[in-house]
């Protein structure tokens, strides 16, 4: 037992903290959908964001890497308040994370190697044959080396997916941060990217944040789990503690009980019940 | 410097080099290395390259893609590459990499000229073909459509009066202009025979039967043309039509028909007033070159214009206004290929039409000329 220590268990310092928010109101305008959630995501660690759809998820995603400023508190990078930096260190930051979107975000009007060559071009001198060779290396890693000089309007939903989580690795990132990677995958394609998620962390020592539905893959990757409800924060904590703990919300996603309660929330009922 | 080449290897086949490689590979360093691997791997005849790392490298998958890249760069020469490497975790991060498949790429196979000539062929007979189905569809919708409404009338009256008031002020000040420059070109050579007061009749006729038209259809075929394009291709690339296909709605009905109707219905309005306006441009130059007055301008243009010239430019607007309509229906519904396709069409719809237009122009007026 002693001998099976989980990662969160060890105290670690500070500047281990990848990311964090701190009193942070985020959302849009007219919709906050997390608030004082101080999340803290440490070197190392899988952190997988769940929730139901439409609750905040990307949202959540998108303020961590800079694209929509929280409308309070702060939001912090690998050390930064990314809102606060000047373009160069911005730049800078980014260049260390790797980001999958939910639709992939492929750059259309290229093919898939010159969309995983596009931030070495942008960042390194590396020669062209080994930025294609590495290219290469990269969609291989995710099982699509057949897909080379394909355009992404060639590519099943899925495969775009790959293709996009080539690109982020491209750069060998220390924050790797996923929208839905297996979403729309097969199992056996999904277990891979599992696998290849945990190898790189091992080796890397990445911290890695992914938005996910899929049991499995929680279940295999998560180091820690943030649970999020429209407007609020269920659960921040080790995956273990998730699976054990008496929160109705957890316990329906982990499926740990038939959730009876929906059946009597029917129209059904409403409609038939004698008040 | 990067590296030292020693001496023939012992006990491999045929001649080789070992290399001791003591400096990191990451992406910093990698056009450097890759330039020195490349010198050392052309000095090589046949046999082996030997590349030992020390245990100190750093290695990151820039340098394993270096590493590949020089195997790669090998095996085309019939050369062997090899990697020593000690340190633990060069080991394990190579290991997370999988090896490529020893299959040959399949020869991609190229067209001859016979089949690239048969394969433009038969594409545009297709294009055609779906040209032709479409314009008889929407023909047969539109008509049917006028017995049977199928387009809800807010619906049209929203659409006539976002196409209206789009294309209303640029129309307005084009034919203007065309009217105006018209007037000038001409009355200098009025003015040396005398025949001021026929700058009416050539103004008159010239917006009416020719300009009007035509100007207002190149505006339209820009502004509306691309956009009837721009949304068709987009709900076809985002798979839309295909959604509305299997909702049992066809999406001609849905898309096309209350755009083409207003298309219909407004480009005659527009024509008209498109010859107004070019007409009112003629009319300065008479009365500030020519020293005509209004009403004597008015009265010669009215004698001037015939009822034939209004059946004509009315006649050119609606089969312009079809034109414009169909070619960026055809256009949006073949686009492929994700955003930019979009673009492509958007193009190729406002291009075609125009086009199209004047061929359609030219043909009208020489049955205009000589048939009636
Ligand atoms: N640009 C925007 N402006 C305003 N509201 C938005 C915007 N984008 C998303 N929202 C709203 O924010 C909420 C959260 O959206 P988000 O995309 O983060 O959901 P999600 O948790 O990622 O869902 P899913 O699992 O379906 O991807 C939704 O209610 C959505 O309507
Ligand atoms: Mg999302």
Redo the contacts with the bound molecule.
């Keep these: 037992m002693p001998q099976t220590e989980p990662l969160f268990s060890q105290l670690t310092p500070d500047d281990d903290i990848v990311a964090e928010t701190r009193n942070e109101r985020i ?2 305008p ?2 906050t ?1 997390l608030e004082g959630a101080n999340l803290k995501f440490k070197r190392g660690e899988v952190t997988c964001i769940i ?12 303020a961590l890497i800079g694209l929509l400023p929280p409308l309070a508190g702060e939001v912090r990078l690998l050390g930064e308040n990314l809102y606060a930096l000047e373009e160069d260190q911005r730049n800078a930051v980014l260049r260390r994370v790797g980001v999958l979107f ?1 639709n992939g975000a492929l750059i259309n009007s290229l093919s898939v190697a010159e969309n995983i060559m596009l931030p070495m071009r942008r960042h390194t001198q590396m020669p062209e044959a080994v930025m294609l060779a590495t290219a290469r290396l990269k969609l291989r890693q995710v099982g699509l080396e057949h897909a080379l000089h394909m355009l992404p309007e060639q590519l099943s939903g899925g495969m775009k997916k790959r293709a996009a989580l080539a690109r982020a690795l491209a750069l060998d990132p220390e924050v790797l941060l996923c ?2 990677p297996s979403a729309g995958l097969d199992p056996l394609t999904g277990a891979g990217l599992d696998r290849l998620l945990l190898d790189i962390r091992r080796i890397f020592k990445i911290s890695i944040i992914v ?1 996910t ?1 899929e049991l499995n893959s929680i279940r295999a990757i998560a180091d820690r789990i943030v649970m ?1 409800a ?1 407007g609020r924060l269920v659960f921040f904590g080790p995956l273990a503690e998730a699976l054990i703990s008496n929160d109705p919300d957890l316990v329906s996603f982990f499926g740990r009980q038939a959730t009876e309660q929906t059946a009597s929330n029917s129209l059904y009922h409403l409609l038939t019940e004698a008040p | 410097m990067a590296g030292d080449v020693r001496a023939a290897l012992r006990g491999a086949p045929g001649d080789g080099v070992e290399l001791r490689w003591d400096q990191d590979l990451t992406r910093a360093t990698v056009p450097t290395a890759w330039r020195s691997l490349n010198r050392t791997l052309r000095t090589i005849k046949d046999g082996e390259l030997h590349l030992v790392l020390a245990e100190s490298v750093q290695l990151d998958s820039a340098g394993v893609g270096l590493l590949e890249e020089i195997r790669n760069l090998a095996m085309a020469r019939q050369l062997h590459f090899r990697v020593a490497a000690n340190s633990p975790a060069v080991r394990n991060l190579l290991s997370i990499y999988t090896a490529p498949p020893d299959t040959k790429p399949t020869p991609v196979r190229t067209a001859g000229p016979f089949e690239q000539v048969g394969e433009k062929l038969y594409a545009a007979l297709d294009e055609a073909f779906h040209f032709l189905v479409l314009t008889s569809d929407t023909t047969f919708l539109a008509i049917r459509g006028l017995v049977r409404p199928v387009v809800p009338w807010r619906t049209f009256v929203e659409q006539c009066i976002r196409i209206g008031s789009q294309s209303l002020p640029i129309i307005a000040l084009i034919s203007f202009l065309v009217g105006l420059t018209t007037a000038l070109q001409a009355a200098y050579q009025l003015r040396q025979f005398g025949a001021n007061i026929y700058i009416a009749n050539l103004v008159g006729v010239a917006m009416l039967a020719e300009m009007g038209p035509l100007m207002t259809a190149i505006v339209m075929a820009g502004r509306c043309g691309s956009s009837i394009a721009a949304e068709i291709a987009t709900m076809v690339i985002a798979e839309e039509v295909d959604a509305l296909k299997t909702m049992g709605i066809p999406p001609l009905r849905y898309v096309l028909l209350p755009r083409f109707y207003a298309l219909i219905f407004t480009q005659p309005l527009l024509t008209v007033m498109s010859t107004a306006i070019g007409i009112l441009g003629g009319l300065l130059v008479a009365v500030l070159y020519l020293d005509l007055s209004v009403p004597a301008f008015w009265t010669q243009l009215v004698d001037g214009l015939a009822m034939r010239d209004l059946v004509q430019a009315m006649l050119k607007s609606i089969v312009f206004a079809t034109i414009i309509g169909l070619t960026a229906a055809h256009v949006g519904f073949r686009a492929r290929g994700g955003a930019t396709g979009v673009g492509k069409s958007t193009t190729a719809a406002v291009v075609a039409s125009i086009f199209m237009v004047i061929v359609a122009d030219a043909i009208f007026s020489l049955i205009f000329y000589f048939g009636v």
């Design positions: 959302g849009y007219n919709l959908t929730g139901g759809s439409g609750c905040g998820k990307s949202t959540l995603m998108k939910q929208d839905e938005v539905h999020v429209p």
